[in-house]
């Protein structure tokens, strides 16, 4: 039974507009790299929209499209699941990824333009055990049908067992230890302050780390 599925689905795709050209302060770039975490995670776009020139439309139409398409990289599709399960999982990381917990701290500048801002992250510890768990339970009752099911039924059973056992956890969130991820605000080429993806990626690791299934 793969694993592949359900841990590449843990990286979360973030919102990578970038905001308006300009001169901007530390207290804009703290603010700037609340708004892009706030959008990417939480759903909230009041602040991203003024740093981005976007619409709330345009917004959610992004951070809605980033989950369709962590969902498509993550190889759902071709374990044969029914369209209920795949929604129900989708439905789920929407719900895991607004429970994240972060605190932005103030920005310093390190260079022409450049800021650096630790992140303070309480990592979500649900994910532990999730897995050999699953595996047992489904094991075992593999193991007891007097007729061995095909791969998509085994597929469907397994992760509707990590499914159960995950919506549980989000439900009751349990943290780990704080950590803390340093993140980078810079202007590109043209002026343009973003956040690199390398960045975002690493704060994804540590606030959803799928080595702890």
Do not use: H
């Amino acid at each position: 039974m793969k694993k592949k599925g359900i841990l590449a689905v843990l990286l979360i795709v973030v919102m990578t507009i970038l905001c308006g050209c300009g001169g901007m302060s530390a207290e804009d770039a703290q603010s700037y790299a609340k708004s892009v975490l706030d959008a990417s995670y939480k759903g909230e776009f009041d602040k991203y929209i003024e740093w981005t020139k976007s619409s709330e439309e345009e917004a959610k139409k992004l951070y809605e499209g980033n989950i369709d398409a962590t969902m498509q990289q993550a190889g759902f599709a071709s374990l044969g699941l029914s369209d209920e399960l795949t929604e129900n999982y989708r439905q789920l990381f929407l719900d895991m990824i607004k429970k994240v917990k972060y605190e932005v701290g103030e920005a310093k500048e390190v260079g022409d333009k450049e800021y650096e801002i630790d992140v303070t992250i309480e990592p979500f510890a649900g994910f532990e055990g999730v897995v050999s768990e699953a595996e047992t339970v489904v094991t075992e009752e593999v193991t007891n049908m007097t007729e061995v099911p095909d791969q998509n039924t085994i597929n469907e059973m397994y992760f509707q067992k990590i499914y159960d056992l995950m919506s549980e956890k989000v439900a009751s969130p349990v943290y780990n230890d704080p950590v803390t991820v340093t993140i980078t605000v810079k202007p590109d080429s043209n002026g343009v302050y973003f956040i690199e993806q390398s960045d975002m990626q690493a704060l994804d690791s540590a606030m959803l780390p799928a080595e702890n299934l």
